[in-house]
């Protein structure tokens, strides 16, 4: 049977693919994290679209049936397009956090924190107006927070005072629910969770993306009916740096790890 294909510029896809390996134990996945043009989040529309397509190429060739755009920047910008180009089922990341999130707010007041280039595209803000016009929405986008999980500084007091820093507008508007729309940042929950407070809803997507990939495969018949799974990872650069940091988003080691030269 065929692998569900997910990409994502670099490591932070994994939080994906660690709640696709929970919730589907039975499928193949085939992974690509494009870690020689990481980070997407600064780049402009045009360049994240021509990656993106690029990296859809890469999977078909890998034989997948589904993909899954586990980068929010990607999703944010480059969905559509990819929409119109391919006929494989696509999934992308904005759309299960979008209603996650509107399921979860009690007063209606959602921030978002995401990189500059998916705050830039409202995506988020658009699809949760278009779900309720009356949620009110507060942007923030969060550039350092992307190098900070990639060096796992997850508990150091300069992570604790960026996190402050942009966090503040949102706690200042009293938003009740914060969607964390980056891959890299399901990683630094705590720090949130410790800034907000508890009565704030942390949505991560991940799992909404999951189910709603599970849902597409179970629609279209192509569940996997053999009880085992093969990963197979592919990055863009060096290996040793993404098999370490592999280690904190996925939760495990990884083994099959590969170097493609041209995507
Ligand atoms: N994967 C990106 C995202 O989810 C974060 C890293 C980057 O900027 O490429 O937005």
Redesign the pocket.
Known sequence: MKAIGVF???V??LTVVKEIIKTLPYEDIVYFGDTAR?????KSKPTIIKFSLENILFLLKQDVKIIVVA???SSSVALPVLKRHFKIPIIGVISPGVKEAVYATRGGRIGVI??KA?INSAAYERQIKQLNPKIKVFNQACPLF?PLAEEGWLKEKATYDIARHYLKPLKDARIDTLIMG???YPLLKKVFREILGGSVTLIDSAMQVTLETKQVLANEGLLNKKRSAKYLFYVSDELQQFRKLAKNFLGREITNLRRVNNV
């Open positions: 994502d510029s670099g932070g896809g990481v980070p997407y989040g600064i980068c929010n920047t995401a990189t998916t992307v980056c891959t890299h």
